[in-house]
Structure formats: structure tokens, C-alpha cells
């Protein structure tokens, strides 16, 4: 419970000094930097050689250990300077499918001098390390797993530099204020398709489909603007030109990927509707998706999949 408090409190502080925003310069006020292990190590040792210094009144000694001291101070100076006047804007990333790992995209940018071996990431993950020219800037794609469909926030990412000596770490924990979108995973498995009005009363006009089910009707030659993946590669590389797999329209009217007409747990009926809709979309065949009081129109192309996508991922409310 007590630590519990502690983070609580360190996280609002944190969100004081550093609040959350698009693009974050980091200057003074945004670093922190203390000794590494090896720092520590570096410092304590510097102690037995002064007491020897000391005690034998030996000028060698003690040129030996202001000399080691001089250098660990200049090495607080570098250190930080390594990190500050650094800019780190967020650069976007594209929605995915659970399970798999979400890609967010990090621009880093220097209005000056060059900034080497910076590290950043996501704990406890291992740190991507980029080196960043002299007035010019880089992207870095950082990687998180997927646990849970909808709206990803991944939080405060660590920035730090141990350059050039590595006894000293300068640190900040900046919020790019990053979301991503993570679609249900594809469940492949049997659907039962509504044809009709919305109103998808009575069992009329119901269709199944099975795993795997192409409805395959022929081939058909190639028009500009068919989809790549229909194309009959192997007609192609018998020399037979350029053909596309023809599926047959199921018979009826619009049809309905109707999520009450799903058996199972919440997230299984949305990955099995998710699986078909990447499945309609890949074939051209228009579709429409109902989700309690959600309804999408039946239509085609990527921006009616992406809608249907959309929906699935955030339907309940999951955030």
C-alpha cells in the first residue's frame, strides 16, 4: 500500500514537470542524472587513494587522485550535455492486430551538436540505442506487445545517456502522448451471414460459411484496380497471362455480419466477425456489420474494412 502512495505521488509529480505532450524538448529542468554502478564504484575507490595520499604525504598519490576526480566531474558535465537539446516528437504508428507487436515510431531531432549512443524505450524491455547527427534527426521504431483490443497507450518513455564514460546515467520520462489502435485478433471458424433489411428479423435468407469457404466461381482476366492478392500466380507463370480468382456472390440480398448471430464469449465473436471482414475485403464482396446498436452499411474498400475494424476493436467501451 505504501508503495502504492510513493508511485501514486511520483507520478503526478512527474506529470507536473514533465506533462504530456506531442513533442518534448528536454533541457534541464527534464533530466535527472546520478552515478552508474561503475560510477559508484569509481567514486568510492577514489577514497582509500586520497587516505593514502594522506598518510605518506606522496605528491603522486595525490595528483592521481584529483586527476581521477577531475575526471568524473567533467564526465557529469558530458553526460548531460549529451542529453540536453534533445527533441523527441511522436511520429505515429499503425493500428494491429492483438497479439501482435504494436510499432510506435519516435523522431529524434538535434537543433545543434550531435547526440551519441542515446537509448530509449519502454521498461523493462531492452533500450534501443541511435546516435543522433549534428543538426539533423532520426526515427526509431519502438516495439510493445499487445495485451487487450482498443485504444493502446504505452506511457511515459524512458530516455537515457551514459555517454561518454558510462559512470554516470542522465535519464527523463517524457509522455509523447502516443495511441495506437489494436484490432481483435482473427479467429478463423464458421459465421452465420444475415441477407436483408437491418431489420435481420427470422432466420430467412441465413448463410453459413465455414473455415477456409473461397466460394471460387473461375478466373476472370485482370482489370486495373483488382485487388493484388486475388491474383492466379500460377496462370501467370505458365506464361497464360494475368488472371483474377472470381468468387461467386452469395446468393440474397446485402449481407450482415451480425455479432448476435455469434456463439461464444464477447472477444471470440468479435475475432471471428474481424477474421471475415478481412476476408470480404480481400475478395471485394460487400458486406455490412451490425454490433448491437452499431451498424455499418454494407459496402467495399479499405476505408469501409477499416470502419468495420474500428468498430470491432472498440466496441464495450474498451478504451
Not at 60 to 75: C, G, I, K, M, Q
Not at 274 to 302: K, M, T, Y
Request: hydrophobic fraction near 45%; include cysteine.
Amino acid at each position: 500500500m505504501l508503495e502504492g502512495q510513493v508511485n501514486a505521488h511520483w507520478d503526478r509529480w512527474l506529470a507536473r514537470r514533465i506533462p504530456r505532450a506531442s513533442q518534448v524538448r528536454l533541457n534541464q529542468r527534464r533530466i535527472f542524472i546520478i552515478p552508474t554502478r561503475a560510477g559508484m564504484a569509481f567514486g568510492l575507490a577514489l577514497a582509500p587513494m586520497l587516505l593514502v595520499a594522506i598518510n605518506y604525504q606522496n605528491s603522486l598519490a595525490y595528483a592521481l587522485t584529483f586527476l581521477l576526480l577531475a575526471v568524473f566531474l567533467v564526465a557529469i558535465l558530458h553526460t548531460f550535455r549529451n542529453l540536453t537539446g534533445l527533441t523527441l516528437k511522436a511520429a505515429g504508428g499503425a493500428p494491429v492486430f492483438l497479439g501482435e507487436q504494436a510499432h510506435f515510431r519516435v523522431a529524434l531531432e538535434s537543433a545543434g551538436r550531435g547526440h551519441q549512443a542515446i537509448a530509449l524505450g519502454w521498461l523493462p524491455a531492452p533500450l534501443q540505442v541511435q546516435d543522433v547527427p549534428a543538426q539533423g534527426g532520426c526515427d526509431v521504431e519502438l516495439h510493445l506487445p499487445t495485451q487487450r483490443r482498443g485504444w493502446l497507450r504505452p506511457g511515459r518513455l524512458r530516455v537515457e545517456s551514459r555517454f561518454p564514460l558510462g559512470l554516470l546515467v542522465a535519464w527523463s520520462w517524457i509522455d509523447l502522448d502516443q495511441t495506437l489502435l489494436v484490432y481483435p485478433q482473427p479467429v478463423p471458424g464458421d459465421l452465420a451471414l444475415t441477407d436483408g433489411g437491418a431489420d435481420g428479423d427470422g432466420e430467412e435468407g441465413v448463410h453459413v460459411l465455414g473455415t477456409g469457404s473461397d466460394d471460387f466461381q473461375g478466373l476472370r482476366a485482370y482489370q486495373p484496380g483488382d485487388s493484388r492478392r486475388r491474383l492466379h500466380w500460377k496462370a501467370y507463370s505458365r506464361g497464360q497471362g494475368l488472371f483474377i480468382k472470381d468468387f461467386a456472390t452469395l446468393a440474397g440480398r446485402d449481407l450482415w455480419l451480425d455479432l448476435e448471430r455469434v456463439d461464444g464469449d464477447l472477444e471470440h465473436r468479435l475475432g471471428l466477425l474481424c477474421h471475415w471482414v478481412l476476408q470480404f475485403s480481400a475478395r471485394g464482396q460487400p458486406f455490412g456489420l451490425r454490433l448491437g446498436n452499431i451498424c455499418i452499411e454494407p459496402d467495399i474498400g479499405e476505408a469501409h474494412r477499416d470502419a468495420c475494424l474500428r468498430a470491432l476493436a472498440l466496441f464495450g467501451g474498451s478504451v
